[in-house]
């Protein structure tokens, strides 16, 4: 088992920077894939970004691709999404997620989920 708190979201004008936190419980952190998942009101959740055990392997959604970095401290239990250049539509709850092998896409490949951060971006 895998629980996952976010943190970091908040208001911040358009152009600015956020960076979020997702903090794992349990002693196999580093054996996870992570990613990070957005959902604005009234759409479906999707894809951000994501980055292997390692964090070597990573991978961006186009949207965000170029503003938005996902690291992560296997020292700390601790994934990270440092959100540049932020725009209205970046507006959203985000969530991290967890899953066993592999960097993936699928909001149905991850097995754990965090409850969300709310991200504000205004114009």
């Known amino acids: 088992q895998v629980q996952l708190v976010e943190s970091g979201g908040g208001l911040v004008q358009a152009g600015g920077s956020l960076r979020l936190s997702c903090a794992a419980s349990?002693?196999?952190?580093?054996?996870?894939?992570m990613g990070w998942f957005r959902q604005a009101p009234g759409k479906e959740r999707e894809f951000v970004a994501a980055c292997s055990w390692s964090g070597i392997n990573t991978d961006y959604a186009d949207s965000v691709k170029g503003r938005f970095t996902i690291s992560r401290d296997n020292a700390k239990n601790t994934v990270y999404l440092q959100m540049n250049s932020l725009k209205p539509e970046d507006t959203a709850v985000y969530y991290c997620?967890?899953?066993?092998?592999?960097?993936?896409?699928?909001?149905?490949?991850?097995?754990?989920w965090g409850q969300g951060t709310q991200v504000t971006v205004s114009s």
């Open positions: 997620a967890a899953r066993r092998v592999g960097v993936k896409r699928g909001r149905d490949d991850y097995d754990y």
């Open positions: 349990g002693r196999t952190f580093s054996s996870y894939a």
